[in-house]
């Protein structure tokens, strides 16, 4: 999938202009000079149009000049699956982009649960047996809130590109 972004430059006597690819940027911007015939050479990096995903990638990645060519490499090669962990990385998590490296599934041990609320994960663990086995006559005085509440000590709620997400770091 194409991104739009637009490098506005810092220098008010300048037109910035729009871009798909690293190499379409820097063909660009080499040759750019403002209205007094001075080269221009920083830019503020904004992403126009793309994915809802992509915005959150771009967004969470801070992308400037020194982070554009990682961001429009990863954007066109991960998956929706990777970007969402790059973004709770990132953004939730505190790691860096040297830390995530090139696969995020690979360097980050991170539980990602989709359209849930505490409850209703409390319920699914519940259910999956992460707190033992549970006797039939008991199930019916399970206390899910109670349990969503202690869950909310390790895991913690977001919502990325729409989709509400429920996660843990490690």
Not at 26 to 48: N, T, W
Not at 101 to 122: F, K, R, T, V
Request: with cysteine; glycine share 6%.
């Amino acid at each position: 999938m194409s991104v739009l972004l637009y490098a506005q430059p810092y220098n008010l006597e300048a037109s910035g202009f729009y871009f798909r690819t690293y190499e379409e940027y820097l063909e660009k911007s080499a040759g750019l000079k403002d209205r007094f015939g001075c080269p221009v050479e920083e830019f503020e990096i904004q992403f126009i149009d793309g994915e809802c995903l992509d915005g959150a990638l771009a967004k969470a990645m801070e992308v400037s000049q020194a982070s554009l060519a990682t961001f429009l490499e990863h954007v066109d090669d991960w998956t929706d699956n990777q970007k969402v962990m790059a973004i709770i990385a990132l953004s939730e998590c505190g790691f860096t982009l040297e830390q995530i490296g090139n696969d995020p599934e690979l360097m980050l041990d991170m539980d990602i649960y989709e359209d849930l609320s505490m409850p209703e994960l409390a319920e699914q663990f519940v259910d999956e047996g992460v707190f033992g086995d549970i006797p039939e006559h008991i199930a019916h005085y399970i206390d899910y809130e109670l349990i969503a509440r202690d869950l909310s000590m390790d895991y913690c709620e977001v919502e990325i590109a729409g989709k509400r997400l429920i996660y843990r770091c490690d």
